[in-house]
């Protein structure tokens, strides 16, 4: 089945730790997002790669950190310097990020709970 | 910069009847609009899009939307509500002066009661 996979589903950190979200797509898509979601505040962009090798800050980009060496992997490392982290990550992808009219495709989370 | 406003957090309908999910854009240039529903701890799922032409969009599951540029609205509709669709629902605009970048809204809870 083509889709986006994440992992874990559910991930607890302590304090002053890093961690990584993993994301992994099979549907050959050039673009890769990464968002959070907070109770009433809808997703916010973290970062965003339009292409392998590449990537961008999107609007909360302080205290993550990502890469994009494979087209179908796009981890999300969640550091120490992130004093708010606990969150529902998605992750999502679209065939192009230049093309506008393209929709994104969504993995099923990761919730993310500081200890 | 662009935004989305979905200016109502919560919509109550009751099964078979008309349902109605607001939200308004703000872009320069020409918009590309979506809708995506999401239901508890999953990720989102794509119902419609609008880019050209008819201003009336059908999309999965019954849903439409209708796509109105001088109000700058794109309302998501459905006939007959079911149970089934009491989800949460996102708006998101995407444009080319926001080098492609989706702006979602904050979402509306839908309830629907048989």
């Known amino acids: 089945d083509g889709g986006i996979t994440q992992s874990p589903k559910y991930l607890f950190r302590k304090e002053g730790q890093n961690v990584t979200l993993s994301c992994e797509q099979n549907?050959?898509?050039?673009?890769m997002y990464w968002y959070r979601q907070d109770p009433g505040q809808g997703l916010r962009l973290i970062y965003y790669?339009?292409?392998?090798?590449?990537?961008q800050k999107g609007d909360i980009a302080e205290g993550y950190s990502v890469s994009r060496e494979k087209k179908e992997s796009f981890p999300l490392t969640v550091t120490s310097a992130q004093k708010n982290p606990t969150a529902f990550y998605l992750c999502?992808?679209?065939?192009?990020?230049?093309?506008?009219?393209?929709?994104?495709?969504f993995g099923q989370g990761t919730r993310l709970t500081v200890v | 910069a662009q935004s989305v406003a979905q200016p109502e957090d919560q919509v109550n309908v009751a099964e078979g009847n008309p349902l109605t999910v607001k939200c308004t854009y703000s872009v320069s240039g020409n918009p590309y609009l979506f809708w995506y529903v999401q239901y508890p701890n999953r990720g989102l799922q794509f119902l419609l899009k609008y880019i050209t032409g008819d201003n009336l969009v059908k999309g999965s599951y019954g849903f439409e939307a209708e796509f109105n540029k001088s109000q700058t609205s794109f309302h998501l509709k459905k006939p007959s509500a079911l149970v089934s669709d009491s989800a949460l629902y996102f708006c998101?605009?995407?444009?080319?002066?926001?080098?492609?970048?989706?702006?979602f809204g904050d979402g509306t809870t839908l309830t629907v009661k048989p």
């Open positions: 790669s339009q292409i392998v090798n590449d990537f």
């Open positions: 999502a992808s679209s065939i192009s990020g230049a093309a506008m009219n393209t929709e994104a495709f």
């Open positions: 549907l050959n898509h050039d673009a």
């Open positions: 998101a605009v995407r444009a080319n002066t926001n080098a492609g970048k989706s702006t």
